[in-house]
Every structure is written in structure tokens, then in C-alpha cells.
């Protein structure tokens, strides 16, 4: 092929697509050929066919740079935080984690010592949820660090939770609170910034400790699941919240085939976070519904379910699930309703 022929095939940059155009341009036409693979892509995990229960199966990458900063994330939790975001994808299914592998891409930038605390945190991770760390792989790479995990989980036939079994009147609630991690990563960015300014300078991290945990060392949500299964309510569909509540809402409103309506009034945020947004002149709830990383799980329930759940404060109901032909709503604190979107609301509409 000559290399300056005016007319080479059409070329799209990636970034003219969003990740999940791209997962399903890149996915939609795979087949899968055993009968033991219930679900492939599309949901937290895949879903695989066994004896007495379903196996999960799921996986995250971390990618230095991009997914974490070395200027302000201690090895050892980022260790821990690869293993818990991988758990939260399995809860996400109401299932149990039961293996991991990691593998791991570095240069010679690290030393052997930070990869020891790497795998502290990991193993520390592991040993609290009682994970199997069972494999992975070892590779360099010419700059930074990538950290790649899978995980494997089980779950009971008939309490798997998929995207897909939202109903239209199901309340839809989320566990704990929303914007924390999202406010803690704001903290970390601006100390590194004060610090690059003048080094002389000890950060100031007083104060902020929720946010810091939530944004550097993120629990799974597993107490929410057995709450629930004590609750004796299966969810009729689950998402965990890695990227913002309003982009995993629109998750499950189109895996559902549904309408979501969110109320600006009932997103749980801590009052912590509520008072760092005003200390940063900014909308708390806006990084509830997009800043991501909080790793509370979104579920619907049938309402029939709601006197169980109604008196946890665990638990908080954020709106209902409608009719397809409804939309994605978003009613905002003064009652005017808007066009929920992946980034938040349309002011506009
Ligand atoms: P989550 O936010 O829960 O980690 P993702 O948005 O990363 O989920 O992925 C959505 C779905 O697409 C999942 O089923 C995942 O397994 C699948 N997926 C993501 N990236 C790829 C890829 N490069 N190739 C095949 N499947 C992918
Ligand atoms: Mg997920």
C-alpha cells in the first residue's frame, strides 16, 4: 500500500468515542459458544453455569497516571483498593468473591521493597474478604505501572442480581453515601499541586479523613449485601457505583429496557463531604451523580419490599424506576425536572 495514497481507509480517533461506545463497538458482534456461559459482556460480571450455584467472573485494570497518582497514593493502599474495587463488581451481583489473580506490568523505576508494599495491601485486602489470591503474571513495562486484576465469585441461583430486572414503579435506592471519594482525590490534587508549587510545605491533610479513606482506600460493599440478605430482599436489579450515580442509573435504565427518576433531595452525601463542597465552593451533588470511585452498590426494589428496608439508615431511597417511554429524569432540588444524563443533568431540558 502506498503509505501517501490520498485515499487510506477511514481512520477514527478513540477519543471521538466514550468508553461504553467503544466496549460496544468492540463487543457486539461475540458470540459465545458453551452453554455453561450464561451472561458474557454487559453486566459486573459474567456469569457462568456450575453445579449447585453461578459463577462470577469479572476484572478491573488500574493504570498509573490514569487510575492513580504515586505523588499521593501510598502503594500499599493501592494495593488494597486493586483488590476491593474488584470485590465490589461481585457484590454488584449479590455473589460471594472467592479468588483473584493479579498481574502486574512495572518499570525499573520500582524497586523490589514498593512492590513489597504493593502486595501488603493486597494481601491485607485478601485476608479481610477472605479471598484466594491464586495466580496472575509478571511483566515490565517501559514507564509506570499497570495492575490488572480478575476475580472470581459465587452466588446462589435465585439471588443473583443482573441490570437487567428493573421494573417500572421499583423504588431505587443506594448504600451509604455518595461524593466522598470523588472530594478526597480534590484534596490529594490540591496538596500535590501546593507542594509542586513549594516543596518546603507539609500537606494539610487534617480533617478530611473520610474522604481521604474513601478516595485511597475504598471498602467493598458487602455489609450492604448482607443486610439485605438478612432483610430477606433480593434486589430486582444491582450496579455497583464506580463511575457516578447518575451514569450507573442510565446503566441499569438501559440494560432494564426502563425510564429512572432521580431526586436531587434524597442523594445521601456525608456531612463531612457537604462541608468540604462548600469549602471548595462546589455541588456536592454534582460528584455524587459523576465524580465516581464511591463504590456503594445502586439497587431497585419491588415495593413491597420498602417497610422492610424503610427504617435502615443504610439504605436511601433516590427515586423510582418508570415506564421506558418516560426517559431518565432528574427533579431537582426546587422540583424542576430535568434530563438525566451520564455526566450528571441537562440544565437545558
Ligand atoms: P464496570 O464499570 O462494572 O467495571 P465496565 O464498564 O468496565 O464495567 O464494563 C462493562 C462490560 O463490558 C463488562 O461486562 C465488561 O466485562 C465488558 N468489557 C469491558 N471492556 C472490555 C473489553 N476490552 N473487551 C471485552 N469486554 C469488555
Ligand atoms: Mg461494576
Known amino acids: 500500500m502506498d503509505i501517501f495514497d490520498d485515499n487510506k481507509p477511514n481512520i477514527t480517533p478513540i477519543s471521538s468515542f466514550g468508553e461504553f461506545k467503544l466496549i460496544d463497538r468492540l463487543t457486539n458482534d461475540i458470540k459465545t459458544f458453551n452453554p455453561s456461559t450464561i451472561l458474557g459482556i454487559g453486566d459486573d460480571c459474567a456469569v457462568i453455569k456450575s453445579d449447585k450455584c453461578l459463577k462470577l467472573i469479572s476484572a478491573d485494570m488500574l493504570v498509573e497516571g490514569v487510575h492513580f497518582d504515586l505523588a499521593y497514593t501510598p502503594l500499599k493502599h493501592l494495593g488494597y483498593k486493586a483488590i476491593t474495587v474488584n470485590i465490589s463488581d461481585i457484590c454488584a451481583m449479590n455473589g460471594i468473591p ?16 514498593a512492590l513489597d508494599e504493593l502486595y501488603s495491601g493486597i494481601k491485607l485486602a485478601c485476608e479481610k474478604y477472605k479471598v484466594d489470591f491464586v495466580g496472575g503474571d509478571t511483566t515490565s513495562s517501559t514507564s509506570g505501572m499497570v495492575i490488572s486484576v480478575s476475580i472470581f ?5 435465585k439471588k443473583i442480581t443482573y441490570r437487567s430486572g428493573a421494573k417500572p414503579n421499583d423504588l431505587l435506592v443506594v448504600t451509604g453515601d455518595l461524593g466522598g471519594a470523588y472530594f478526597g482525590l480534590q484534596i490529594l490534587q490540591r496538596e500535590k499541586e501546593i507542594f509542586n ?17 474513601r478516595q485511597l482506600k475504598p471498602e467493598p460493599p458487602t455489609k450492604y449485601q448482607k443486610i439485605l440478605s438478612e432483610l430477606k430482599i433480593i434486589p430486582t436489579s444491582m450496579i455497583d457505583i464506580s463511575d457516578g450515580l447518575s451514569s450507573e442509573a442510565l446503566h441499569i435504565s438501559k440494560s ?44 431497585t ?28 429524569n432528574f427533579i431537582a432540588s426546587d422540583g424542576s425536572s430535568h434530563k438525566l444524563t451520564s455526566q450528571g443533568w441537562d440544565s437545558t431540558k
Open 301 to 328: 426494589i419491588n415495593q413491597k419490599d420498602y417497610e422492610k428496608l424503610k427504617k435502615d439508615p443504610d439504605f436511601t431511597i433516590v427515586g423510582y424506576v418508570t415506564d421506558i417511554s418516560e426517559g431518565n
Open 98 to 113: 472467592k479468588q483473584v489473580t493479579v498481574s502486574i506490568a512495572v518499570s525499573n523505576r520500582f524497586s523490589v521493597e
Open 153 to 157: 465469585g459465587e452466588v446462589e441461583k
Open 197 to 213: 508549587e513549594n516543596p518546603t510545605i507539609q500537606p494539610d491533610l487534617s480533617g478530611y479523613d473520610y474522604a481521604l479513606q
Open 256 to 299: 432494564s429496557n426502563v425510564g429512572v427518576c432521580l431526586h436531587e433531595d434524597k442523594i445521601p452525601v456525608d456531612h463531612t463531604v457537604m462541608n468540604m463542597a462548600s469549602e471548595f465552593n462546589l455541588n456536592p451533588i454534582a460528584f455524587a451523580l459523576s465524580g465516581g470511585e464511591d463504590y456503594e452498590l445502586l439497587f
